[in-house]
Protein backbone atom coordinates (compact mmCIF):
# COMPACT_ATOMS: atom_id res chain seq x y z
CA UNK A 1 0.00 0.00 0.00
CA UNK A 2 1.31 3.48 -0.27
CA UNK A 3 1.52 5.10 2.67
CA UNK A 4 2.17 8.96 3.48
CA UNK A 5 3.58 10.11 6.85
CA UNK A 6 3.18 13.60 7.44
CA UNK A 7 4.54 14.95 10.78
CA UNK A 8 4.04 18.44 12.58
CA UNK A 9 6.31 18.46 15.20
CA UNK A 10 7.99 21.43 17.83
CA UNK A 11 10.48 19.72 20.49
CA UNK A 12 11.49 16.75 17.24
CA UNK A 13 9.60 13.41 19.75
CA UNK A 14 6.64 13.98 17.04
CA UNK A 15 9.28 13.32 13.74
CA UNK A 16 11.05 10.50 15.99
CA UNK A 17 7.60 8.80 16.14
CA UNK A 18 6.90 9.83 12.50
CA UNK A 19 10.91 8.02 11.66
CA UNK A 20 9.84 4.91 13.70
CA UNK A 21 6.46 4.75 11.84
CA UNK A 22 8.22 4.93 8.94
CA UNK A 23 10.53 1.93 9.96
CA UNK A 24 7.94 -0.04 11.19
CA UNK A 25 5.85 -0.38 8.20
CA UNK A 26 8.43 0.47 5.21
CA UNK A 27 9.47 -3.30 4.97
CA UNK A 28 5.56 -4.03 3.79
CA UNK A 29 4.84 -0.75 2.26
CA UNK A 30 5.66 2.11 0.10
CA UNK A 31 6.41 4.73 2.32
CA UNK A 32 7.38 8.32 2.69
CA UNK A 33 8.16 10.71 5.27
CA UNK A 34 7.67 14.62 5.29
CA UNK A 35 7.76 17.47 7.42
CA UNK A 36 4.28 18.98 7.11
CA UNK A 37 6.64 22.08 6.59
CA UNK A 38 7.37 20.48 4.11
CA UNK A 39 3.84 19.56 2.46
CA UNK A 40 1.21 20.98 0.20
CA UNK A 41 -2.00 20.68 1.08
CA UNK A 42 -3.46 20.73 -2.32
CA UNK A 43 -0.81 17.72 -3.06
CA UNK A 44 -2.15 15.04 -0.38
CA UNK A 45 -2.17 11.92 -2.23
CA UNK A 46 -5.62 10.67 -2.93
CA UNK A 47 -4.31 7.06 -3.86
CA UNK A 48 -2.79 6.28 -0.10
CA UNK A 49 -3.02 6.20 3.46
CA UNK A 50 -2.22 9.87 4.74
CA UNK A 51 -0.80 9.07 8.22
CA UNK A 52 -0.72 12.48 10.24
CA UNK A 53 1.53 12.34 13.66
CA UNK A 54 1.00 16.05 15.32
CA UNK A 55 1.58 17.16 18.88
CA UNK A 56 0.61 19.95 20.50
CA UNK A 57 2.02 23.49 21.59
CA UNK A 58 1.88 26.10 23.48
CA UNK A 59 -1.88 27.03 24.44
CA UNK A 60 -3.20 24.02 22.77
CA UNK A 61 -1.87 25.27 19.37
CA UNK A 62 -0.20 23.68 15.79
CA UNK A 63 3.23 22.63 16.27
CA UNK A 64 5.80 24.82 14.20
CA UNK A 65 5.81 22.99 11.61
CA UNK A 66 2.30 22.43 11.12
CA UNK A 67 2.01 25.74 11.22
CA UNK A 68 2.55 26.75 7.49
CA UNK A 69 0.37 24.13 6.52
CA UNK A 70 -2.60 24.88 8.75
CA UNK A 71 -2.18 28.57 7.30
CA UNK A 72 -1.99 27.67 3.92
CA UNK A 73 -5.24 24.74 4.26
CA UNK A 74 -7.59 28.39 5.60
CA UNK A 75 -5.93 30.84 3.18
CA UNK A 76 -6.54 28.64 0.07
CA UNK A 77 -9.39 26.17 1.20
CA UNK A 78 -7.90 22.73 -0.85
CA UNK A 79 -10.42 20.21 -1.64
CA UNK A 80 -9.35 17.45 0.19
CA UNK A 81 -12.61 15.52 -0.76
CA UNK A 82 -10.77 12.93 -2.02
CA UNK A 83 -8.05 12.33 0.83
CA UNK A 84 -8.28 9.92 3.29
CA UNK A 85 -6.17 10.38 6.21
CA UNK A 86 -5.05 8.84 10.01
CA UNK A 87 -4.37 10.87 12.75
CA UNK A 88 -2.12 9.96 15.82
CA UNK A 89 -1.35 13.28 18.43
CA UNK A 90 1.10 13.53 20.93
CA UNK A 91 -0.06 15.31 23.97
CA UNK A 92 0.81 15.73 27.73
CA UNK A 93 -2.08 15.30 30.25
CA UNK A 94 -0.78 17.55 32.73
CA UNK A 95 -2.06 20.75 30.37
CA UNK A 96 -5.86 21.02 29.92
CA UNK A 97 -4.56 21.61 26.13
CA UNK A 98 -3.98 17.75 25.95
CA UNK A 99 -3.93 16.45 22.23
CA UNK A 100 -5.51 19.58 21.13
CA UNK A 101 -2.92 20.12 18.21
CA UNK A 102 -4.08 16.91 16.33
CA UNK A 103 -7.10 17.87 17.02
CA UNK A 104 -7.03 20.95 14.85
CA UNK A 105 -5.25 19.27 12.48
CA UNK A 106 -7.91 16.68 11.89
CA UNK A 107 -10.80 19.60 11.61
CA UNK A 108 -9.28 21.55 9.57
CA UNK A 109 -9.27 18.49 6.95
CA UNK A 110 -12.23 17.17 7.47
CA UNK A 111 -13.34 20.78 6.77
CA UNK A 112 -12.03 21.11 3.62
CA UNK A 113 -13.65 17.38 2.77
CA UNK A 114 -11.20 14.61 3.89
CA UNK A 115 -12.30 11.99 5.66
CA UNK A 116 -10.96 10.55 8.47
CA UNK A 117 -10.20 6.67 9.59
CA UNK A 118 -9.92 5.52 12.51
CA UNK A 119 -10.15 6.86 16.00
CA UNK A 120 -7.48 9.50 16.54
CA UNK A 121 -5.18 8.64 19.73
CA UNK A 122 -3.44 10.61 22.16
CA UNK A 123 -0.30 9.84 23.83
CA UNK A 124 0.54 11.32 27.16
CA UNK A 125 4.11 12.07 27.55
CA UNK A 126 3.47 12.47 31.54
CA UNK A 127 2.10 8.46 31.11
CA UNK A 128 3.77 5.11 31.18
CA UNK A 129 2.90 3.74 27.81
CA UNK A 130 5.64 4.83 24.77
CA UNK A 131 4.47 6.75 22.29
CA UNK A 132 6.02 3.76 19.68
CA UNK A 133 3.90 0.84 21.43
CA UNK A 134 0.76 2.96 20.69
CA UNK A 135 1.34 3.95 17.62
CA UNK A 136 2.60 1.02 15.77
CA UNK A 137 -0.36 -1.05 17.66
CA UNK A 138 -2.57 2.12 16.20
CA UNK A 139 -0.95 2.30 12.50
CA UNK A 140 -1.32 -1.27 11.96
CA UNK A 141 -5.01 -1.55 12.88
CA UNK A 142 -5.40 1.80 10.10
CA UNK A 143 -3.29 0.05 7.40
CA UNK A 144 -5.62 -3.03 8.02
CA UNK A 145 -8.92 -1.42 8.09
CA UNK A 146 -7.58 0.97 4.73
CA UNK A 147 -6.29 -2.23 2.92
CA UNK A 148 -10.32 -3.35 2.15
CA UNK A 149 -10.47 0.05 0.50
CA UNK A 150 -10.71 0.11 -2.95
CA UNK A 151 -8.58 3.42 -3.07
CA UNK A 152 -5.69 1.97 -1.80
CA UNK A 153 -3.25 0.76 -4.24
CA UNK B 1 38.45 11.45 6.60
CA UNK B 2 35.53 11.46 9.08
CA UNK B 3 34.90 15.20 10.92
CA UNK B 4 34.83 15.08 14.21
CA UNK B 5 32.96 17.16 16.87
CA UNK B 6 33.17 17.64 20.68
CA UNK B 7 30.13 19.21 21.85
CA UNK B 8 30.74 20.45 25.95
CA UNK B 9 27.52 20.40 27.67
CA UNK B 10 25.06 17.21 27.40
CA UNK B 11 21.83 19.35 27.98
CA UNK B 12 19.19 19.91 25.66
CA UNK B 13 21.10 22.41 23.26
CA UNK B 14 23.88 20.12 22.79
CA UNK B 15 21.94 17.03 22.33
CA UNK B 16 19.90 18.85 19.81
CA UNK B 17 23.35 19.56 18.27
CA UNK B 18 24.27 16.62 18.27
CA UNK B 19 21.13 15.16 16.50
CA UNK B 20 21.24 17.67 13.80
CA UNK B 21 24.91 17.53 13.13
CA UNK B 22 24.27 13.48 12.90
CA UNK B 23 21.45 13.87 10.70
CA UNK B 24 23.70 15.66 8.14
CA UNK B 25 26.88 13.26 8.52
CA UNK B 26 26.08 9.85 9.19
CA UNK B 27 29.72 8.83 9.63
CA UNK B 28 31.03 12.05 11.72
CA UNK B 29 32.41 11.26 14.92
CA UNK B 30 30.32 13.32 17.59
CA UNK B 31 31.22 12.66 21.63
CA UNK B 32 29.46 15.28 23.82
CA UNK B 33 31.37 15.67 27.16
CA UNK B 34 29.79 16.74 30.87
CA UNK B 35 31.00 17.59 33.56
CA UNK B 36 28.31 15.37 35.76
CA UNK B 37 28.46 11.38 35.24
CA UNK B 38 25.09 11.84 33.99
CA UNK B 39 23.58 13.44 30.79
CA UNK B 40 20.54 15.67 29.92
CA UNK B 41 21.75 18.73 31.53
CA UNK B 42 18.56 21.27 31.91
CA UNK B 43 16.51 18.52 31.27
CA UNK B 44 17.51 16.79 34.41
CA UNK B 45 18.52 19.56 36.73
CA UNK B 46 16.25 22.41 35.57
CA UNK B 47 13.02 21.03 34.52
CA UNK B 48 10.33 20.63 37.20
CA UNK B 49 10.04 17.42 38.47
CA UNK B 50 6.69 16.97 37.75
CA UNK B 51 6.56 17.96 34.74
CA UNK B 52 7.77 14.38 33.44
CA UNK B 53 5.82 14.87 29.96
CA UNK B 54 8.44 17.83 29.08
CA UNK B 55 11.02 15.28 30.27
CA UNK B 56 10.16 13.01 27.64
CA UNK B 57 12.61 14.47 25.54
CA UNK B 58 15.33 12.88 26.75
CA UNK B 59 13.81 9.43 25.05
CA UNK B 60 15.36 11.46 21.86
CA UNK B 61 18.42 11.84 22.88
CA UNK B 62 19.11 8.28 24.46
CA UNK B 63 18.55 7.12 20.99
CA UNK B 64 21.58 9.53 20.49
CA UNK B 65 23.58 7.41 22.39
CA UNK B 66 22.22 4.17 22.15
CA UNK B 67 21.53 3.96 18.26
CA UNK B 68 23.45 6.66 16.46
CA UNK B 69 26.46 6.04 17.46
CA UNK B 70 27.24 9.67 20.13
CA UNK B 71 29.84 9.51 22.31
CA UNK B 72 28.65 10.07 26.19
CA UNK B 73 31.81 11.53 27.90
CA UNK B 74 30.76 12.33 31.32
CA UNK B 75 32.07 13.66 34.72
CA UNK B 76 34.69 15.37 32.65
CA UNK B 77 35.36 19.35 33.49
CA UNK B 78 36.33 21.89 31.04
CA UNK B 79 39.39 24.11 32.56
CA UNK B 80 42.45 23.89 33.48
CA UNK B 81 43.08 22.45 36.86
CA UNK B 82 44.29 18.76 37.36
CA UNK B 83 42.25 16.12 35.62
CA UNK B 84 40.41 19.07 33.69
CA UNK B 85 40.37 19.04 29.91
CA UNK B 86 41.33 22.23 28.72
CA UNK B 87 39.57 24.06 25.09
CA UNK B 88 43.41 23.59 23.21
CA UNK B 89 42.90 19.57 24.12
CA UNK B 90 39.55 19.31 22.49
CA UNK B 91 40.44 21.96 19.69
CA UNK B 92 44.05 20.06 18.95
CA UNK B 93 41.72 16.61 18.82
CA UNK B 94 38.12 17.42 16.70
CA UNK B 95 37.71 19.32 14.28
CA UNK B 96 35.03 21.44 15.95
CA UNK B 97 34.62 22.05 19.86
CA UNK B 98 30.70 23.25 20.47
CA UNK B 99 30.01 25.26 24.18
CA UNK B 100 26.54 24.46 24.82
CA UNK B 101 27.41 24.82 28.94
CA UNK B 102 24.32 26.56 29.78
CA UNK B 103 23.58 29.25 32.49
CA UNK B 104 22.74 28.09 36.26
CA UNK B 105 23.85 31.27 37.97
CA UNK B 106 20.59 33.18 39.55
CA UNK B 107 20.87 36.78 38.48
CA UNK B 108 20.66 38.77 42.00
CA UNK B 109 17.54 41.47 42.49
CA UNK B 110 19.97 43.87 43.16
CA UNK B 111 18.25 45.14 46.33
CA UNK B 112 19.28 46.01 50.15
CA UNK B 113 18.53 43.31 51.96
CA UNK B 114 19.31 40.54 49.26
CA UNK B 115 21.79 38.80 51.08
CA UNK B 116 20.11 37.47 53.99
CA UNK B 117 20.55 33.63 54.49
CA UNK B 118 16.99 33.35 53.24
CA UNK B 119 16.99 34.69 50.17
CA UNK B 120 17.27 32.09 47.75
CA UNK B 121 17.67 31.87 44.15
CA UNK B 122 15.07 29.67 42.15
CA UNK B 123 17.78 27.92 39.83
CA UNK B 124 19.90 26.93 43.14
CA UNK B 125 16.35 25.89 44.69
CA UNK B 126 15.38 24.10 41.65
CA UNK B 127 18.73 22.23 41.40
CA UNK B 128 18.39 21.25 44.57
CA UNK B 129 15.14 19.45 44.54
CA UNK B 130 16.16 18.02 41.42
CA UNK B 131 18.75 16.49 42.88
CA UNK B 132 21.96 17.89 41.70
CA UNK B 133 25.17 17.04 43.96
CA UNK B 134 26.33 20.83 43.66
CA UNK B 135 23.36 21.48 45.60
CA UNK B 136 22.20 18.11 47.93
CA UNK B 137 23.70 20.01 51.07
CA UNK B 138 21.54 22.90 50.21
CA UNK B 139 19.24 23.53 52.91
CA UNK B 140 16.64 25.90 52.13
CA UNK B 141 14.55 27.98 54.92
CA UNK B 142 11.46 28.80 54.61
CA UNK B 143 8.18 28.92 56.83
CA UNK B 144 4.82 30.51 56.76
CA UNK B 145 5.21 32.80 54.05
CA UNK B 146 7.70 32.91 51.41
CA UNK B 147 7.45 35.49 48.52
CA UNK B 148 8.58 34.79 44.83
CA UNK B 149 9.99 37.46 43.05
CA UNK B 150 9.49 37.06 39.23
CA UNK B 151 7.32 36.19 36.75
CA UNK B 152 8.29 33.59 34.20
CA UNK B 153 7.62 30.19 34.45
CA UNK B 154 10.92 29.66 36.86
CA UNK B 155 8.77 31.14 39.18
CA UNK B 156 5.94 29.35 38.85
CA UNK B 157 7.35 26.13 38.71
CA UNK B 158 8.62 26.91 42.31
CA UNK B 159 5.17 28.17 43.02
CA UNK B 160 3.76 24.65 42.19
CA UNK B 161 6.36 22.53 43.64
CA UNK B 162 6.10 24.77 46.89
CA UNK B 163 2.35 24.53 46.58
CA UNK B 164 1.69 21.33 46.00
CA UNK B 165 0.97 18.00 48.47
CA UNK B 166 2.38 14.80 48.56
CA UNK B 167 -0.82 13.43 46.64
CA UNK B 168 -0.52 16.01 43.83
CA UNK B 169 3.32 14.78 43.01
CA UNK B 170 2.16 11.09 42.29
CA UNK B 171 3.96 11.18 38.61
CA UNK B 172 6.90 12.94 39.36
CA UNK B 173 10.65 12.15 40.34
CA UNK B 174 10.59 14.91 43.47
CA UNK B 175 12.55 12.78 46.24
CA UNK B 176 10.65 12.76 49.06
CA UNK B 177 13.03 14.32 51.53
CA UNK B 178 11.79 17.70 49.46
CA UNK B 179 8.61 17.00 49.63
CA UNK B 180 8.17 16.67 53.48
CA UNK B 181 10.67 19.07 54.36
CA UNK B 182 8.06 22.04 52.14
CA UNK B 183 5.02 19.66 53.77
CA UNK B 184 6.90 20.62 57.38
CA UNK B 185 7.63 24.18 56.75
CA UNK B 186 3.59 24.63 56.96
CA UNK B 187 3.21 27.51 54.57
CA UNK B 188 0.12 29.44 54.51
CA UNK B 189 0.70 32.55 51.80
CA UNK B 190 2.85 32.54 49.21
CA UNK B 191 3.52 36.11 47.28
CA UNK B 192 4.71 36.03 43.76
CA UNK B 193 5.71 39.96 42.83
CA UNK B 194 6.35 41.02 39.27
CA UNK B 195 7.75 44.20 38.21
CA UNK B 196 5.85 43.49 34.94
CA UNK B 197 1.85 44.19 34.55
CA UNK B 198 0.20 40.69 34.23
CA UNK B 199 -0.35 40.74 30.29
CA UNK B 200 3.34 41.25 29.82
CA UNK B 201 4.16 38.78 32.56
CA UNK B 202 6.63 36.01 30.81
CA UNK B 203 4.42 33.24 31.98
CA UNK B 204 2.79 30.83 29.90
CA UNK B 205 -1.01 30.73 30.55
CA UNK B 206 -0.94 27.16 30.49
CA UNK B 207 1.21 26.96 33.38
CA UNK B 208 -1.01 29.18 35.18
CA UNK B 209 -4.53 26.98 34.46
CA UNK B 210 -2.55 24.01 35.82
CA UNK B 211 -2.44 25.23 39.02
CA UNK B 212 -5.87 25.64 39.11
CA UNK B 213 -5.90 21.98 39.66
CA UNK B 214 -4.08 22.31 43.14
CA UNK B 215 -7.87 21.98 45.21
CA UNK B 216 -6.51 23.25 48.36
CA UNK B 217 -5.18 26.72 47.51
CA UNK B 218 -6.96 30.05 47.07
CA UNK B 219 -5.54 32.64 44.44
CA UNK B 220 -5.76 35.87 45.53
CA UNK B 221 -4.75 37.72 42.01
CA UNK B 222 -4.41 41.14 42.27
CA UNK B 223 -3.17 44.65 39.89
CA UNK B 224 -5.15 42.95 36.93
CA UNK B 225 -5.62 45.43 34.18
CA UNK B 226 -9.00 45.36 33.18
CA UNK B 227 -8.13 47.32 29.81
CA UNK B 228 -6.35 43.93 28.75
CA UNK B 229 -9.33 41.22 30.11
CA UNK B 230 -8.66 39.67 26.88
CA UNK B 231 -5.45 39.09 27.45
CA UNK B 232 -4.26 35.23 27.73
CA UNK B 233 -2.68 35.43 31.24
CA UNK B 234 -5.33 37.79 32.26
CA UNK B 235 -7.92 35.48 31.53
CA UNK B 236 -5.94 32.46 33.06
CA UNK B 237 -5.24 34.83 36.08
CA UNK B 238 -8.76 35.10 36.14
CA UNK B 239 -10.13 31.79 36.39
CA UNK B 240 -8.08 30.53 39.06
CA UNK B 241 -10.13 29.64 42.27
CA UNK B 242 -10.57 31.09 44.89
CA UNK B 243 -12.38 28.37 47.75
CA UNK B 244 -13.17 29.25 51.32
CA UNK B 245 -11.32 27.87 53.58
CA UNK B 246 -8.10 26.84 51.90
CA UNK B 247 -4.98 25.85 53.50
CA UNK B 248 -2.88 27.78 51.42
CA UNK B 249 -3.18 31.15 49.68
CA UNK B 250 -0.93 32.62 46.89
CA UNK B 251 -1.06 35.69 46.34
CA UNK B 252 0.03 37.49 42.49
CA UNK B 253 0.82 40.97 42.41
CA UNK B 254 1.33 42.44 39.30
CA UNK B 255 3.73 45.91 38.05
CA UNK B 256 5.11 46.21 41.57
CA UNK B 257 8.65 46.72 41.59
CA UNK B 258 10.28 45.42 44.91
CA UNK B 259 12.46 48.35 46.45
CA UNK B 260 14.16 46.17 49.47
CA UNK B 261 14.22 42.78 51.45
CA UNK B 262 13.74 43.92 54.75
CA UNK B 263 14.74 42.04 57.73
CA UNK B 264 17.73 42.82 60.08
CA UNK B 265 19.53 38.74 60.42
CA UNK B 266 16.27 37.13 59.29
CA UNK B 267 13.90 37.76 56.15
CA UNK B 268 11.09 40.14 57.26
CA UNK B 269 9.12 41.54 54.16
CA UNK B 270 9.30 43.01 50.74
CA UNK B 271 9.16 46.37 50.52
CA UNK B 272 7.66 47.91 47.55
CA UNK B 273 7.69 50.72 45.73
CA UNK B 274 5.05 53.07 47.21
CA UNK B 275 6.35 51.96 50.67
CA UNK B 276 3.91 48.51 50.94
CA UNK B 277 5.58 45.84 53.14
CA UNK B 278 4.60 42.21 51.82
CA UNK B 279 5.56 40.06 54.85
CA UNK B 280 7.44 37.20 54.64
CA UNK B 281 10.38 35.06 56.22
CA UNK B 282 11.73 33.99 53.06
CA UNK B 283 12.27 35.61 49.60
CA UNK B 284 13.09 32.75 46.09
CA UNK B 285 14.72 35.08 43.73
CA UNK B 286 13.57 33.66 39.96
CA UNK B 287 14.31 36.93 37.90
CA UNK B 288 16.36 35.20 35.33
CA UNK B 289 19.80 33.32 35.00
CA UNK B 290 23.79 34.62 34.63
CA UNK B 291 26.44 33.21 33.36
CA UNK B 292 28.92 31.49 36.08
CA UNK B 293 32.51 31.98 35.25
CA UNK B 294 32.62 30.14 31.80
CA UNK B 295 32.43 33.93 30.20
CA UNK B 296 35.82 33.80 28.87
CA UNK B 297 35.84 30.65 27.09
CA UNK B 298 32.89 32.34 24.73
CA UNK B 299 35.87 34.34 23.37
CA UNK B 300 35.53 34.37 19.37
CA UNK B 301 37.83 31.16 18.56
CA UNK B 302 37.83 29.61 15.42
CA UNK B 303 36.47 26.30 15.21
CA UNK B 304 34.65 26.57 18.67
CA UNK B 305 31.09 27.31 18.63
CA UNK B 306 28.69 28.23 21.50
CA UNK B 307 24.83 27.11 22.04
CA UNK B 308 22.34 27.64 24.07
CA UNK B 309 21.58 29.82 26.72
CA UNK B 310 25.39 29.98 26.77
CA UNK B 311 25.48 31.94 23.74
CA UNK B 312 22.34 33.41 23.33
CA UNK B 313 21.63 34.38 27.14
CA UNK B 314 18.85 32.66 29.39
CA UNK B 315 15.84 33.01 26.40
CA UNK B 316 14.63 30.54 24.83
CA UNK B 317 12.09 27.09 25.25
CA UNK B 318 13.76 24.20 24.69
CA UNK B 319 12.33 23.70 21.16
CA UNK B 320 13.84 26.87 20.23
CA UNK B 321 16.96 25.79 20.91
CA UNK B 322 16.23 22.92 18.40
CA UNK B 323 15.98 25.13 15.93
CA UNK B 324 19.10 27.54 16.66
CA UNK B 325 21.21 23.69 17.28
CA UNK B 326 20.03 23.08 13.41
CA UNK B 327 21.07 26.23 11.79
CA UNK B 328 24.43 25.31 14.23
CA UNK B 329 25.09 22.52 13.12
CA UNK B 330 24.63 23.31 9.18
CA UNK B 331 27.46 26.27 9.68
CA UNK B 332 29.75 23.81 11.45
CA UNK B 333 29.26 20.94 8.71
CA UNK B 334 30.03 23.84 6.32
CA UNK B 335 32.96 24.74 7.71
CA UNK B 336 34.37 21.69 8.78
CA UNK B 337 33.81 19.89 5.31
CA UNK B 338 35.91 22.82 3.79
CA UNK B 339 38.98 21.90 6.20
CA UNK B 340 41.33 18.98 6.66
CA UNK B 341 40.41 16.20 8.74
CA UNK B 342 41.72 15.74 12.02
CA UNK B 343 43.78 12.58 12.78
CA UNK B 344 40.34 10.56 14.71
CA UNK B 345 43.21 9.18 16.64
CA UNK B 346 43.93 12.01 18.82
CA UNK B 347 40.69 12.20 20.26
CA UNK B 348 40.85 8.71 21.30
CA UNK B 349 44.29 9.87 22.71
CA UNK B 350 42.26 12.90 24.59
CA UNK B 351 39.63 9.97 26.28
CA UNK B 352 42.38 7.83 27.16
CA UNK B 353 44.59 11.00 29.15
CA UNK B 354 40.77 11.62 31.44
CA UNK B 355 40.63 9.69 34.65
CA UNK B 356 37.33 8.52 35.65
CA UNK B 357 35.08 9.17 32.37
CA UNK B 358 31.84 8.03 32.58
CA UNK B 359 30.70 7.05 29.49
CA UNK B 360 26.89 6.47 28.42
CA UNK B 361 27.19 2.58 29.56
CA UNK B 362 28.16 4.05 33.32
CA UNK B 363 24.80 6.15 33.23
CA UNK B 364 22.76 3.44 32.01
CA UNK B 365 24.24 1.30 35.24
CA UNK B 366 23.21 4.83 37.25
CA UNK B 367 19.80 5.18 35.37
CA UNK B 368 19.17 1.68 36.23
CA UNK B 369 19.55 1.92 39.91
CA UNK B 370 17.40 5.03 39.97
CA UNK B 371 14.37 4.11 38.32
CA UNK B 372 14.66 0.11 39.74
CA UNK B 373 13.17 0.58 43.18
CA UNK B 374 11.74 4.37 42.96
CA UNK B 375 9.67 5.34 46.14
CA UNK B 376 5.70 4.83 46.29
CA UNK B 377 4.57 7.32 43.40
CA UNK B 378 7.71 8.03 42.55
CA UNK B 379 9.18 7.56 38.58
CA UNK B 380 12.46 7.71 40.12
CA UNK B 381 14.70 8.12 42.76
CA UNK B 382 17.57 10.30 41.75
CA UNK B 383 20.93 9.86 43.42
CA UNK B 384 22.81 13.31 44.08
CA UNK B 385 26.02 11.52 45.96
CA UNK B 386 28.72 12.04 43.29
CA UNK B 387 30.96 10.14 44.64
CA UNK B 388 28.04 6.92 44.61
CA UNK B 389 27.36 8.07 41.30
CA UNK B 390 31.02 7.37 39.79
CA UNK B 391 31.23 4.09 42.06
CA UNK B 392 27.76 3.04 40.31
CA UNK B 393 28.84 4.32 37.06
CA UNK B 394 31.87 1.73 37.48
CA UNK B 395 35.13 4.32 36.31
CA UNK B 396 36.82 3.01 39.64
CA UNK B 397 36.27 -0.41 38.66
CA UNK B 398 36.81 0.07 34.52
CA UNK B 399 40.40 1.80 35.44
CA UNK B 400 41.59 -0.65 37.59
CA UNK B 401 41.18 -3.43 34.86
Redesign the interface.
Known amino acids: MKIEILYGT ?4 AE ?1 LAEDLEAHLSGDHDVTLTNLSDADPAALAVDALNVLVCST ?4 DLP ?1 SAQPFADRIKATAPDLSQVRFAIFGLG ?6 FGLGSDKLASLLIGQGATQLGERLVH ?3 G ?1 DL ?1 EDMAIEWVDAQVQTAATQSWAA | MPRSVAIVGAGPSGCYTAQALRKLDPDMRIDIFDRMPVPYGLIRYGVAADHQGTKAVIRQFSRLFERQNVGFAGNVTLGDGPGQVTLDDLRGAYDAVVLALGLHGDRRPDLPGQDLPQVIGAGRLTRHWNDHPDEASFDPAFADRVAILGNGNVAVDVLRILAKRADDLEGSDLAVRHSDRIAAAGLRRIEVIGRAPAHLAKFDPVMIRELSKLPHVAFDVHDLDPDHAHDPRIAALSDLPRPEGAALTVAFRFGRAPDAIEGVDAVRGVRLAGGEVIPCDAVITAIGFRDGNAAPLAADRPGVHAAGWFAHGPRGTIPDHRAAAKALADRIHTEISRQDAIDPGLADALMGRLARVVDYAGWQRIDAVETADPPPGRVRGKLDDLDRMLNIAGTEQEKTE
Do not use: F, L, V
Not at chain 1, 57 to 60: A, D, L, P, Q
Not at chain 1, 92 to 97: F, L
Open positions: ETGNMYGEGADREYETDASSA
